[in-house]
């Protein structure tokens, strides 16, 4: 069997995400039969040149230098697959979108000058497009590790999309908004996660990000009918996912 | 149908009921109080079982207070007769294809609403002789019921004509009036259990309390529409736009379908596992899920109002056409564990009232 050419690049992260890859302890020898990292450097220093079968992406695109780097990854690879909240929404860093980047520069940096940023940290695919989506911050690493197994046998990889809720009721969990009136993204958030913070008797912060066709100004509406606190509704959907389209419309009612 | 008519013993006796049910080998299933709420378990003891809880129960809203009656919990029996993930079969890294060996388990379930009784019967017209595992864990089910004196606050079964009280397919049905318990047989088992319980038939004063109480829970327990007529209604109002505005409320989380003991619609997925082999594994699913209506080169529903309308129209209507019955028992769990409280009654009367163009 032909191995996958495997290519793992980084750009504005924590690397998180990729360390997931490492962190596939037990799996990690077997896989290599499957996947040859051909580009990973995190994890070994040499490096063969594409194309690349799957390339996987994580991180939010900030720097001018981020948006050359990504357009010659998308044509080097076959197919393109963003990982992690960065890379899907614009993760964590994307919350300097809400504030202003250049003063807050002045604060950080004796030379402010030389760090040049875009004005928002975005994820790839509003400059590349983008083949899948593996969501999560960080991804989770048995839905990395199926993704990989689906497509070394040639299958179109298949991934969670319907709600948090659906895995929450399937685990047998007891909601927590329902029976606590703990506040919880769930019902607006793409599955993936195994349900695990409801799991825990905790609200879902929504790391994976929206659902497909999620309602998040209604769970907004919701959540004021149970006299959740403005300030609290908006750190909610001000997190992980911040920068998503549907996320946004919910924060932007309370800045 | 009932075999005996009604009994009277004591309700101390239940817990004889249940040391018989495990003495013959029954994995005993019954609410427990676990993390807040009702739940459907293994009972390894009688005082496992729930005892002086009440569920206070409004659409969208449940909790637990002290009381002397409860009605259920997010759990049906769908969780064990169907459950919500397993495994179809597997297949080898050399393409050997095995099917897992049903554990044959024997289950008794205890103290079980006659809503959910009622449930049973539903999958059993779709499932059994068809889906595997239901059938051969549906061939030594033992139903112990609990008729409802006190039905709660998303309870509709007198309207849906599955309770309060159970009227046939149960193995033993018992009622709690207070310290006293009126019990019935529905089968040859159910009369073996019945026969060690130390009852006499039933003396008219009970019977009269008995009745009342019945007849008092029932009219509790309606919707505010009535049966007769109902899925030809409904799809004369086909068009209707009281879907859309119902749906402004709707997130599409697919909670109702999940908690729905009648709902039966599954995926599939083929997992690769990193030795080579395979599994195909069916998980529940639901049309309030948007891929649910996805198929190659389209989509029946993208709109999620015509998903909700789907939800609502299958339950009510399409399933007299399908199964030539209700796939609604009028249990009342999609109103309570909807997150935003959505209220199928309400929908229901809605629809009706606003007249065939509305
Ligand atoms: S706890 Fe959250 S995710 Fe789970 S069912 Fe309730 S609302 Fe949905
Ligand atoms: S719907 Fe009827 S049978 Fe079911 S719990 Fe409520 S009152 Fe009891
Ligand atoms: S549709 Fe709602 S009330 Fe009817 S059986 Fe399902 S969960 Fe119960
Ligand atoms: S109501 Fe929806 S989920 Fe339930 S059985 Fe019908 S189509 Fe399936
Ligand atoms: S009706 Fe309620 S439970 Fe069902 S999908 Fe809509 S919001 Fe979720």
């Known amino acids: 069997m032909r191995k996958l050419k495997v290519a793992v690049y980084k750009f504005s992260s924590c690397d998180g995400c990729q360390l997931q890859l490492l962190n596939m302890e037990e799996e990690l020898l077997q896989l290599s039969s499957f996947v040859e990292f051909a580009l990973f450097y995190e994890a070994r220093r040499s490096v063969s040149s594409g194309p690349y079968d799957?390339?996987?992406?994580?991180?939010?695109?900030?720097?001018?230098?981020?948006?050359?780097v990504i357009k010659k990854v998308r044509e080097e690879s076959k197919v393109l697959v963003a990982i992690g909240a960065c890379a899907t929404s614009g993760g964590i860093q994307a919350l300097r979108n809400w504030a202003n980047a250049e003063e807050y520069k002045q604060y950080v940096y004796p030379r402010p000058e030389w760090v040049e940023v875009l004005k928002y940290a975005e994820p790839p695919s509003k400059y590349v497009k983008v083949d899948y989506e593996i969501r999560g911050c960080p991804v989770s690493k048995e839905q990395l590790l199926s993704f990989i197994l689906q497509s070394s046998?040639?299958?179109?990889?298949?991934?969670?999309?319907?709600?948090?809720?659906?895995?929450?009721?399937?685990?047998g969990n007891v909601c927590v908004l329902v029976a606590k009136g703990v506040p919880c993204l769930g019902p607006v958030t793409m599955g993936g996660c195994g349900a695990l913070c409801p799991s825990y008797g905790r609200g879902c912060y929504g790391c994976y990000g929206p659902m497909v066709d999620p309602k998040?100004?209604?769970?907004?509406?919701?959540?004021?009918?149970?006299?959740?606190?403005?300030?609290?509704?908006?750190?909610?959907?001000?997190?992980?996912?911040?920068?998503?389209?549907?996320?946004?419309?919910?924060?932007?009612?309370?800045? | 149908m009932s075999l005996t008519g009604l009994y009277v013993g004591r309700a101390v006796s239940l817990r004889i009921l249940f040391s018989e049910l495990r003495r013959l080998g029954y994995v005993v299933i019954g609410y427990k109080v676990v993390d807040g709420v009702l739940r459907l378990g293994e009972l390894n003891s009688f005082e496992e079982l729930a005892h002086d809880v009440e569920d206070i129960q409004s659409p969208g809203k449940y909790s637990l207070v002290s009381g002397d009656f409860y009605r259920h919990g997010p759990d049906s029996p769908k969780r064990f007769l169907y459950p919500p993930t397993l495994t179809l079969f597997k297949v080898s890294s050399e393409w050997v294809v095995s099917v897992p060996a049903y554990e044959e388990r024997n289950i008794a379930f205890f103290g079980l609403k006659p809503c959910d009784l009622a449930s049973i019967k539903v999958l059993d017209k779709i499932l059994l002789g068809v889906d595997e595992y239901y059938t051969s864990l549906r061939k030594n089910l033992v139903l112990v019921v609990e008729n409802c004196v006190s039905p709660g606050g998303t309870c509709f079964c007198?309207?849906?004509?599955?309770?309060?009280?159970?009227?046939?397919?149960f193995d033993l049905a018992?009622?709690?009036?207070?310290?006293?318990?009126?019990?019935?047989?529905g089968s040859e088992l159910g009369l073996k259990l019945l026969n060690l319980l130390e009852v006499e038939p039933i003396d008219d004063v009970t019977y009269e309390r008995f009745e009342v109480m019945m007849r008092n829970a029932s009219e509790k327990a309606r919707a505010g529409f009535e049966l007769n007529g109902l899925p030809e209604e409904l799809e004369l109002r086909i068009e209707s736009k009281t879907y859309e505005e119902i749906v402004e409320k709707c997130l599409g989380c697919a909670n109702c379908n999940m908690v729905?003991?009648?709902?039966?619609?599954?995926?599939?997925?083929?997992?690769?596992?990193?030795?080579?082999s395979a599994e195909r594994v069916r998980v529940w699913d639901g049309c309030l899920n948007f891929t649910y209506g996805q198929v190659a080169g389209g989509h029946f529903r993208p709109d999620l109002w015509a998903r909700y309308r789907h939800f609502v129209l299958h339950k009510l209507a399409y399933w007299i056409k399908q199964f030539g019955m209700y796939g609604c028992v009028g249990c009342g769990r999609c109103i309570t564990w909807c997150p935003t409280g959505i209220d199928l009654r309400e929908t229901v009367k809605k629809v009706l009232r606003g007249g065939k163009g509305g």
Request: with cysteine; net charge neutral.
């Open chain 1, 54 to 68: 799957v390339a996987f992406v994580e991180g939010s695109i900030s720097t001018p230098h981020e948006v050359e």
């Open chain 2, 260 to 276: 729905c003991p009648t709902c039966f619609c599954f995926d599939v997925f083929d997992v690769p596992l990193i030795d080579g």
């Open chain 1, 153 to 171: 046998k040639g299958k179109t990889p298949t991934l969670p999309v319907d709600s948090v809720c659906v895995e929450c009721k399937r685990k």
């Open chain 2, 174 to 185: 018992y009622t709690r009036l207070n310290d006293k318990l009126v019990v019935e047989a």
């Open chain 1, 216 to 255: 998040p100004e209604v769970l907004n509406t919701r959540f004021k009918e149970l006299n959740i606190k403005p300030k609290e509704i908006q750190l909610l959907f001000k997190q992980f996912t911040n920068w998503s389209r549907e996320f946004r419309k919910v924060i932007e009612e309370y800045e």
């Open chain 2, 158 to 169: 007198s309207t849906m004509n599955t309770g309060p009280r159970a009227r046939d397919s």
